[in-house]
């Protein structure tokens, strides 16, 4: 089911049907783009980027990530069950990896980071096929290399931490050259998953409060930030003080 914010669509997936679809599209056998939409994203690319806003409508999957995006579809009357965050997702997704046999290629982050990270996840899920990986600071005149060797090493799951948009932009323009493939961005998740980077602690996450925590340890971040009461206000004024839209999917 899926419905549209500004334009936007994103699927009302729960985690685990989230996880089902990814699945049904590797059984396809195509090249395909997910992409976990946060609010700093939707707001740039409904206020100043209709390219983005292109690329978000092209994707095969879009999953609410974060509070912000489960509370815009509330007011917008159409309530998302969950939310359903990129690094959750692929922490599922590499779960899921493991036990079908698919082959999984970690690209982006500082050079050693990819790597460390999919040492992580092998020693987590033991049997995890890793196709390969690379740092995510190649010049725009190796990237046609890159392109390449993730091509020859034929993964069925791409994951991309080049940071939002870029590594968006990244699969949008190289992932039907690529093959067979469902490629999705992951922000941060490769510094998470190496150790490099905590994640904000449980009971954070439970209070939904993890992007203070992430604030807290990434001060540099407040700037970014600003676009969230940008965000919240344009939700209201669209959809909110009695104005919901009707109801989709
Ligand atoms: N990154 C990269 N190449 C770049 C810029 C950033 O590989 O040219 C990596 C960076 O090392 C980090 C990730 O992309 O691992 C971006 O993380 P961030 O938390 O900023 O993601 P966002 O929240 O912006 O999606």
Redesign the pocket.
Known sequence: MRVELFGAPVDRLTMEQAEERVAELVRGGRSCRVITLNPEFLYRAVSAEPLLLELVRRADLVTADGEGIVWAGRVAGTPFPERVTGIDLMLRLVRRAAAEGWRVYLL???PG?AGEAAANLQRKYPGLQVAGTH???FKPDEEELVVRQVKQAAPQLLFV????PRQELWIDRHVDRIGPVVAMGV??S??VVAGRVARAPRWMQRMKIEWLGRLIREPSRWRRMLVLPKFAWLVLKTYGFGKRRQRFG
């Open positions: 982006g982050s500082a980071v740092h995510g600071y931490a080049l940071g939002a922000g941060g490769f510094d």
